[in-house]
């Protein structure tokens, strides 16, 4: 199957591709799939990280993908055990399979998503703003894969309903803890350009102070509302 | 730790994994961009681990299609039913593997048959009789595979699960056999 091919049917209809325990299908669309998720990303990270010049753009065109990729693969045995406990066995091939056709969707969706977020990024707009529109435009673009994914538990079981909040749950906090590791993608006005941050607080209480700053409060500019999952205890 | 350490020691740990995972899928005989890609998703693609090279570059015979529904069909149906826990899900594997060879056969014997010079050939005949024997005997499976789904929605009433699982225990045996006929 070509690539063009794939990237209509992971379009039109993913549940074609992914819902199959067939290792020859997992084989095939694997590296495609994963070229899409990849190359998507990219493209979504360079236009982030566009409004603070090209260096940063580079960096977070390397990092987007890695946020991209990690957390719904890292979750995937999670997810397992899971649909196991809840009665609703899935296989791992089916489970991989299901993971990288949403992450080719979202790919697919981040590159087209990447020039409607360059845009306003390129018109000097506000910094806790455009935080804000980049956070928007990654959870909206990696909605489909979370749908495709939760898709592979199959129907019937007792506890289905339980396993599939859970997964969108752990997946969603894997997700942010991972993202503010990796930050900076949009890089402060005056900040140095920088591949990565010291890890400080965490992403909830960066969002609440960047949410109070975006709307014209900065009495806690960027101060974490508690100390965090990792504090650096050296600076006590 | 700083940020950036975490970062990175992370980072390092995965892609030491992933190319552990790849050299195994290479080794396993898995196509080259199939181990490469595991170096960076190697938790989608450990699943592969298990598979002979032979179950990944099978060729899709003329019934592929309809092995791959009928089956998906059938994991649907138990799922729903709630009756996946009652039924022996490798072996419905093995089934679905066996049928899928049992096709990758018809497809290399259509190509034999496709060449004049083999078409000539006095054991010709012999080779297209056993290749329609062979085709009935999956579309039988196939067939079974319908009355296993309607036997589920009966079990699902009444919760005699017995017949369901003797049924497939025929339909398995039967598709091993088809590595003989063939």
Do not use: N
């Not at chain 1, 790919?107 to 506000?126: E, Q, V």
């Amino acid at each position: 199957m070509s690539i063009l091919s794939l990237t209509t049917q992971v379009l039109r209809d993913p549940d074609a591709v992914a819902q199959t325990d067939d290792p020859r299908t997992l084989a095939q669309v694997a590296p495609p799939l994963l070229v899409l998720a990849l190359g998507g990303a990219a493209l979504l990270g360079a236009a982030a990280g566009s409004g603070h010049g090209p260096l940063q753009s580079a960096f977070a065109a390397v990092k987007l993908p890695a946020l991209f990729l990690a957390p719904p693969l890292v979750v995937l045995p999670l997810v397992h055990a899971l649909a196991e406990v809840c009665e609703v066995p899935v296989g791992w091939r089916r489970l991989g399979l299901s993971a990288m056709a949403g992450l080719a969707r979202s790919g697919l969706l981040a590159a087209a998503a990447a020039p409607l977020l360059w845009l306003p990024l390129s018109l000097d707009t506000d910094y806790h703003l455009a935080i804000l529109m980049f956070v928007g435009t990654f959870m909206t673009v990696t909605m489909p894969a979370l749908s495709l994914l939760s898709r592979a538990v199959p129907r019937g079981g007792t506890l289905r309903w339980v396993a599939v909040p859970a997964l969108a749950l752990v997946l969603g906090l894997v997700v942010a803890q991972t993202g503010w590791v990796l930050r900076p993608f949009v890089a402060r006005p005056r900040a140095e350009v920088t591949f990565l941050r010291p890890v400080e607080a965490d992403v909830f209480s960066a969002l609440g102070a960047t949410s109070r700053s975006a709307a014209g409060d900065y009495r806690q500019d960027w101060a974490p509302e508690r100390a965090g999952v990792w504090r650096d205890r050296s600076r006590e | 730790m700083s940020g950036s350490g975490l970062a990175l020691g992370l980072g390092v740990a995965w892609l030491a994994v992933g190319a552990a995972v790849g050299v195994a899928l290479a080794r396993q005989g898995q196509p080259r961009p199939t181990a490469l890609s595991a170096v960076l998703a190697w938790p989608a693609l450990v699943g592969l681990l298990g598979a002979t090279p032979e179950d990944t570059a099978m060729t899709a015979g003329p019934y592929a299609e309809r092995i791959a529904a009928a089956f998906q069909a059938l994991r649907a149906a138990l799922a729903e039913t709630g009756l996946t826990a009652t039924v022996d899900l490798p072996a419905l594997a093995a089934m679905e593997l066996a049928l899928r060879r049992a096709d990758a056969r018809l497809c290399a014997v259509d190509r034999l048959l496709a060449d004049e010079a083999v078409a000539r050939d006095a054991g010709a005949e012999r080779l297209g009789a056993a290749r329609a024997h062979a085709a009935e005997e999956i579309e039988a499976v196939l067939r079974q595979l319908v009355t296993v789904r309607v036997q589920l929605g009966l079990v699902a009433l009444a919760g005699d699960t017995g017949p369901v699982r003797a049924h497939l225990a025929e339909l398995g045996a039967r598709a091993r056999a088809l590595a003989e006929v063939a």
